[in-house]
């Protein structure tokens, strides 16, 4: 049941995401507001697209959401193998999901401290007519 689920949300998310999608939504929108006169504009008219929209929207929240779940866990698979690969690296960060604010917020301050070192050596080698700085 759940690889069934997880074949139809990433066909549905990457349906939903295409031109194709975007260009049917917008030719039922006008079509709904041509057919505002014929229906003289009435509540009918009106709940007919506010039900259809809070039905499309209530579903496509469960399937895209379902599918970046799946996307953001490989990317932190693939992040914590080349984490794990590099030698020095800290492996104590592989569960930063679990970590507390104030846990995130110490780590983010030593890694802009560590941006503004690099920044001075970049901005050196460029002086310098390094062409990687």
Request: proline share 2%; glycine share 4%.
């Amino acid at each position: 049941m759940h690889e069934i689920f997880r074949k139809f949300s990433a066909t549905v998310a990457k349906m939903a995401g295409s031109v194709w999608a975007f260009t049917t939504a917008l030719a039922l929108v006008f079509l709904w507001i041509a057919t505002g006169p014929v229906f003289n504009f009435s509540t009918t008219w009106q709940l007919v697209i506010n039900t259809l929209t809070t039905i499309v929207t209530f579903l496509m929240v469960f399937l895209i959401q379902n599918t970046q779940n799946r996307d953001n866990k490989a990317l932190h698979l693939k992040l914590d193998e080349i984490q794990r690969a590099m030698r020095g690296a800290r492996l104590n960060i592989v569960d930063v999901d679990d970590f507390t604010d104030e846990e995130l917020d110490q780590m983010q301050a030593e890694f802009k401290a560590l941006q503004g070192k690099y920044q001075v050596k970049a901005t050196y080698r460029r002086s310098k007519g390094h062409p990687y700085a």
